[in-house]
T-cell receptor, first 110, second 114 residues
Framework: EDQVTQSPEALRLQEGESSSLNCSYT??????LFWYRQDPGKGPEFLFT???AGEEKEKERLKATLTKKESFLHITAPKPEDSATYLC???????????FGKGTKLSVKP | DVKVTQSSRYLVKRTGEKVFLECVQD?????MFWYRQDPGLGLRLIYF???????EKGDIPEGYSVSREKKERFSLILESASTNQTSMYLC?????????????FGDGTRLSIL
């Protein structure tokens, strides 16, 4: 069964303290690995798509990387406004629909 | 930018009522999706539609139906609302014909069934 596992479930950082979020997957023949940001009470906001191992994408303090079995979301010198839940997903399963991880809830304290 | 609009941010209904959740997208996307999101369970796919008049069951279709009469509009229907359908409902759409494109989400409807 295709699965997406995100770790840690929750992460508390001080402002400026860099860290990484992990997303591991089991599907073979990956057709895109997606990262989303979700603020409380809102829908997921698309951040990045990664298609092949070795690929990297950056946006402000965020950098997403992809290997054959996992993806990392690196957060450099985070600010309180980076606090959110970060979701990863890929297309898989019997119907080829998006399979989501349960997310990592990031809190950045000033 | 893609805009997916859900008609209500918050909705309170009573058990047994028929409930309609509406979603409209403005990017001519053929593919549209309905999810529910619950703490500890993540996002779960209820129904999806690849084109007008088409619909497919997702992972948890029981107690729900959908309608896609126009390309830009995808409605989720709770036939007889129950308390276990209290949840956050999210609509999404995707660029047509390309399975590896991201889905874009609306801001959700938080539905409470009393």
């Amino acid at each position: 069964e295709d699965q997406v596992t995100q770790s840690p479930e929750a992460l508390r950082l001080q402002e400026g303290e860099s860290s990484s979020l992990n997303c591991s997957y089991t599907v073979s023949g990956l057709r895109g690995l997606f990262w989303y940001r979700q603020d409380p009470g809102k829908g997921p906001e698309f951040l990045f798509t990664l298609y092949s191992a070795g690929e990297e994408k950056e946006k402000e303090r965020l950098k997403a990387t992809l290997t054959k079995k996992e993806s990392f979301l690196h957060i450099t010198a985070p600010k309180p406004e980076d606090s959110a839940t970060y979701l990863c997903a890929y297309y898989g399963g019997s119907q080829g629909n998006l399979i989501f991880g349960k997310g990592t809830k990031l809190s950045v304290k000033p | 930018d893609v805009k997916v609009t859900q008609s209500s941010r918050y909705l309170v209904k009573r058990t047994g009522e028929k409930v309609f959740l509406e979603c409209v997208q403005d990017m001519d996307h053929e593919n549209m999706f309905w999810y529910r999101q619950d703490p500890g369970l993540g996002l779960r796919l209820i129904y999806f539609s690849y084109d007008v008049k088409m619909k497919e069951k997702g992972d948890i279709p029981e107690g729900y139906s959908v309608s896609r009469e126009k390309k830009e509009r995808f409605s989720l229907i709770l036939e007889s609302a129950s308390t276990n359908q209290t949840s956050m409902y999210l609509c999404a759409s995707r660029t047509p014909g390309q399975a590896n494109q991201p889905q874009h989400f609306g801001d959700g409807t938080r539905l409470s069934i009393l």
